[in-house]
Structure formats: structure tokens, C-alpha cells
């Protein structure tokens, strides 16, 4: 018997006939996410602290192949037993203490709905300057830091997702499916144009990384290295949490793998390589380095300019729904089923970036990575390594799924609260606070000791590792075998 508390009809298992996704279309999926203007910039921020471009490619490269490994694991129990993500926490925070995990998720979700609605809004405000002949401006609203035409634009894309928001998931597939090799293509004719207007590729290709014999921070590789591998994991920790809410739609187990696997490490390495490539060229075309690809379409000539705007448009609602829109629709909803739907949980995210106000994240390199992405790293990490050790090691991948749907069964623990997650996960996220206040309030704290800093550098591989050894020693011979075979609610 289910518990109208714990379920909805967007959190039940889904059937075999909703199963309809095959490796093709989480390709798709990954394509459309990984071509967005945020991963695009990434290997700027590690050119900028002195990679030199191979090595920014590779540290971008690197970081998804190891966030592949939880994305692929944690998929496994949505493809298998047809649950979202915020249904799976409570096989190991309980039916109630999953809430915890899946507040957590949403809210960063909220967060980057926000940053990429902000960019999607940064190219409107660009192609109305770029129609009316002359920049759009004015004085900054007080509180705000942006004027008017900017938060204007800013909603006015927020209103144009607002559609999908609507009309669900299915929509949301779609447009993944077909817009993808749409993305394909204009990344090569990005690459074609960028080439042919400088003659060649420019000179970031030949610049030399300042790490090595020689350059200003000659041996100071590892100090950049481990911090900016944590970034570049964190920048899609978020879905290694919440990735069942994409596979529990599967045909079949190989397919959320076999997409998973050809859709994520590959196009974010070639994205950045591309990135740095038409960068280096624009030093030659337009005399500095353009990261930002709105700036560089702005610069774009005749119909090129309109072209470059509008598929940089679709190409971020594509990616911001799939990635920052599911997720948290299905986490809110978990909070309250009873009240909050799947479409309602949306229409909750949608605000809540609107709140966290996403244009200051990205006042500075320093706020984006070191205490945005990293930051959030160490809160998410400490839940992947807790779900993995529940789902593979005590559970081995066997759910008693209708007992994830009631207050009476084995997942309700104390009053519907795992106490063993809930300290597995304070310990795991607890060596990384000091680091982390350290980041985000330098003048409130100037400095912390060496060894915390040094935490909060590898802070979700820390996390994982503390939380998932420290859960798996707490539930030693305390989960109980399956009496029967697991059966949907």
C-alpha cells in the first residue's frame, strides 16, 4: 500500500511502455548538455591560471571520464528498477530522510537554471543592441547590479522556457534529439570560419604552459591541477546524482551506458579543444583573446551575427532543461508529493533562479570555481558515495521498490530518518567547510590551515571517499535481505 505522502504518478516506476529511450537519444541528451556556453568557457579559466592548451584540454577530458564512473553506477538503479533519483535516496536516507539529499540537489540545480537562463538573456540583450545599431545600457538597478535592459532580457528568456516547463519531459527529449547534430554542425563551422578569417589558427596554440621549465610558476602544476580537476567534476556532479530521472526511462541497461558513455568524456574534451581554437584564432581576427562566444558573435558581421545569437538561444534552453529543469522537478516534488507535482516542481525551480540572483556567481573566476563548482563538489560528493555503497555493496542493486513508497517498510528506519547516511554524510561534507569559507568569504576568513585547504582541493573526491566508507562501516549487518521479489507499487 503506498503512501500518497511518498507518491505521486511522477514518482511511481516507470512502465514498459514510458521505457522508450535508446543509447541514441542519452547521447543525443549528452551532446545537447555538454555543447552549452559554460563548458565552453571552461578551458579559458584554465589558459587563465597558466595550462597551457593541451593541458587544459586534457584536465577538462579527465574530469568527465571520472564523473562517467558514478554517472554510469548511480544510472544502473534508475535503468533497473524505473525510480527518479530523490526515490532512490531513500533506499539509504530513509523515506523521509531523503528529502536532505534531494533538497541539496534541487537547490544547486536552481542555481545553474539560474546561470544559464542569465546567459540566455545576456544574447537577447546582445541581439537588440546588435538590431537597434547601438548598445543597450543604462545605470545599474540598486541592489540588482544590472540594469534594466539586462534583468529585462534576463526574464524575457526565463519566460521562453517557460513552455517546456509546461509541457514536460517528452518535450524536453525532442528537442535533445534534434538539436544535437544541429550542435555538431555549427561547432565545425564555427571551427571552418574561425580558420579561415585568421588564416590559420593563432597564437594561444603556441603558447607554452607557465608550469613548465622556464615559465613564471615553473613546478606549481599540481597546485592548479587538483583544484581545477575538482571544478571540472563538479561541473556535472549535479547529474551524477540525479541521472536516474533520465535512465529509468531506458529500453535497457546497455542503452543509458552506451549513450552515457559516447555522449559525455569525448564532446567535452573536443568542445574545449574547439573552444581554444577559435579563441586563439579571434587574437588574430580581432587582436585579444574572445572566450565568451556571445561576445564573438556580436562581433560576427551581416546575417552571421542573427545566425550565431539565435543558435546560441536554442542551444541554451536545450541544455538548461535537460540539466538544471528535471532534476530539481522531480527533487521538489519528492519534498511534498501530495502537493507538489513534477510540472510544479518546475514551476518552483524556475523561481528560485530567478531569487539566487545567478550574475553575481559569475562576477569572477575565483567565485566560479573555487566556490561555486567546488563548493557545491563537496556538498554532492559525500551523496554519491553514500548512494553507491547502499545500492552495489549492501543492497547489490536489489530494492524492495514498494517499500520505497511507504512509511511501514525496511527503508523507514528511525522515524523515516537513516541516522548512519545523515552522519556519514556531515563527516563527509564537514573537512571541506573550513576551505570552502575560506573561498567564498576571504575577508571573514583571510585564512585557514594548510591541511584544510588542501582538503577543500580535492574536496568530492574527499567527500565520496569519507561518506562512502564511513556509511558502509555504520550499515555493516544492518540491511536485511529481500523476503521476496521486488514488485512496483
Known amino acids: 500500500m503506498t503512501d500518497p505522502t511518498l507518491s505521486n504518478p511522477d514518482l511511481i516506476p516507470t512502465t514498459a511502455a514510458q521505457r522508450t529511450w535508446r543509447w541514441y537519444h542519452f547521447a543525443a541528451l549528452w551532446v545537447g548538455m555538454v555543447m552549452c556556453i559554460p563548458a565552453y568557457t571552461l578551458a579559458a579559466s584554465l589558459i587563465e591560471s597558466g595550462m597551457s592548451w593541451r593541458q587544459a584540454v586534457g584536465t577538462v577530458f579527465l574530469g568527465?571520464?571520472?564523473?562517467?564512473?558514478?554517472?554510469?553506477?548511480?544510472?544502473?538503479?534508475?535503468?533497473?528498477?524505473?525510480?527518479?533519483?530523490?526515490?532512490?535516496?531513500?533506499?539509504?536516507?530513509?523515506?523521509?530522510?531523503?528529502?536532505?539529499?534531494?533538497?541539496?540537489?534541487?537547490?544547486?540545480?536552481?542555481?545553474?537554471?539560474?546561470?544559464q537562463t542569465w546567459f540566455g538573456g545576456q544574447m537577447i540583450y546582445t541581439?537588440?543592441?546588435?538590431?537597434?545599431?547601438?548598445?543597450?545600457?543604462?545605470?545599474?538597478?540598486?541592489?540588482?547590479?544590472?540594469?534594466?535592459?539586462?534583468?529585462?532580457?534576463?526574464?524575457?528568456?526565463?519566460?521562453?522556457q517557460f513552455w517546456f516547463v509546461v509541457h514536460g519531459i517528452e518535450s524536453i527529449r525532442k528537442l535533445e534529439t534534434w538539436t544535437a547534430p544541429i550542435k555538431i554542425l555549427i561547432c565545425f563551422v564555427l571551427l571552418w570560419w574561425a580558420w579561415e578569417q585568421a588564416g590559420g589558427f593563432g597564437p594561444i596554440l603556441d603558447q607554452p604552459s607557465q608550469f613548465e621549465e622556464g615559465g613564471k610558476r615553473a613546478g606549481q602544476f599540481s597546485a592548479v591541477f587538483w583544484p581545477s580537476l575538482t571544478a571540472m567534476v563538479g561541473f556535472w556532479a549535479t547529474l551524477a546524482l540525479n541521472i536516474p530521472d533520465f535512465t529509468r526511462f531506458a529500453k535497457s541497461q546497455r542503452d543509458q551506458v552506451v549513450g552515457q558513455a559516447i555522449g559525455l568524456p569525448a564532446p567535452m574534451g573536443l568542445l574545449a579543444a574547439l573552444a581554444v581554437f577559435v579563441t586563439s584564432a579571434t587574437v588574430v581576427i580581432h587582436g585579444k583573446a574572445l572566450w565568451d562566444p556571445v561576445d564573438l558573435a556580436s562581433r560576427m558581421t551581416g546575417a552571421a551575427v542573427l545566425i550565431a545569437l539565435i543558435v546560441l538561444l536554442i542551444d541554451t534552453v536545450s541544455v538548461n532543461l535537460a540539466a538544471n529543469l528535471?532534476?530539481?522537478?522531480?527533487?521538489?516534488?519528492?519534498?511534498?508529493?501530495?502537493?507538489?507535482?513534477?510540472?510544479?516542481?518546475?514551476?518552483?525551480?524556475?523561481?528560485?533562479?530567478?531569487?539566487?540572483?545567478?550574475?553575481?556567481?559569475?562576477?569572477?573566476?575565483?567565485?566560479?570555481?573555487?566556490?561555486?563548482?567546488?563548493?557545491?563538489?563537496?556538498?554532492?560528493?559525500?551523496?554519491?558515495?553514500?548512494?553507491?555503497?547502499?545500492?552495489?555493496?549492501?543492497?547489490?542493486?536489489?530494492?524492495?521498490?514498494?517499500?520505497?513508497?511507504?512509511?511501514?517498510?525496511?527503508?523507514?528506519?528511525?522515524?523515516?530518518?537513516?541516522?548512519?547516511?545523515?552522519i556519514a554524510f556531515v563527516l563527509g561534507v564537514l573537512p571541506n567547510v573550513p576551505g570552502f569559507m575560506h573561498a567564498a568569504f576571504p575577508a571573514a576568513v583571510p585564512s585557514v590551515a594548510p591541511l584544510f585547504e588542501q582538503i577543500y582541493t580535492y574536496a568530492w573526491f574527499v567527500g565520496l571517499a569519507l561518506a562512502a566508507v564511513i556509511y558502509g562501516a555504520l550499515m555493516a549487518g544492518k540491511t536485511r535481505p529481500l523476503a521476496q521479489p521486488r514488485s512496483a507499487p
Not at 78 to 103: C, D, E, M
Not at 133 to 152: H, K, S, Y
Not at 396 to 403: H, P, S
Request: with cysteine.
Open 326 to 422: 528535471v532534476g530539481p522537478a522531480y527533487d521538489f516534488s519528492a519534498l511534498a508529493p501530495g502537493r507538489i507535482s513534477y510540472k510544479a516542481g518546475g514551476m518552483l525551480t524556475a523561481g528560485l533562479a530567478i531569487v539566487m540572483l545567478p550574475w553575481k556567481i559569475l562576477e569572477s573566476t575565483q567565485g566560479y570555481i573555487f566556490t561555486w563548482l567546488i563548493g557545491y563538489s563537496a556538498l554532492l560528493g559525500p551523496v554519491a558515495g553514500i548512494l553507491i555503497v547502499d545500492y552495489y555493496l549492501l543492497r547489490k542493486t536489489e530494492l524492495a521498490v514498494a517499500e520505497l513508497y511507504t512509511e511501514q517498510g525496511r527503508y523507514h528506519y528511525h522515524g523515516g530518518w537513516n541516522r548512519a547516511a545523515v
Open 127 to 160: 541581439l537588440a543592441g546588435v538590431l537597434l545599431g547601438r548598445p543597450l545600457g543604462g545605470d545599474a538597478l540598486p541592489g540588482l547590479g544590472i540594469n534594466a535592459a539586462q534583468f529585462g532580457c534576463f526574464l524575457a528568456f526565463w519566460a521562453l
Open 64 to 115: 568527465n571520464l571520472i564523473v562517467l564512473l558514478p554517472m554510469l553506477l548511480i544510472g544502473h538503479a534508475g535503468a533497473k528498477h524505473g525510480i527518479p533519483y530523490a526515490v532512490l535516496a531513500r533506499a539509504s536516507f530513509g523515506t523521509r530522510g531523503a528529502r536532505l539529499p534531494a533538497l541539496l540537489r534541487a537547490l544547486v540545480a536552481c542555481g545553474w537554471y539560474g546561470i
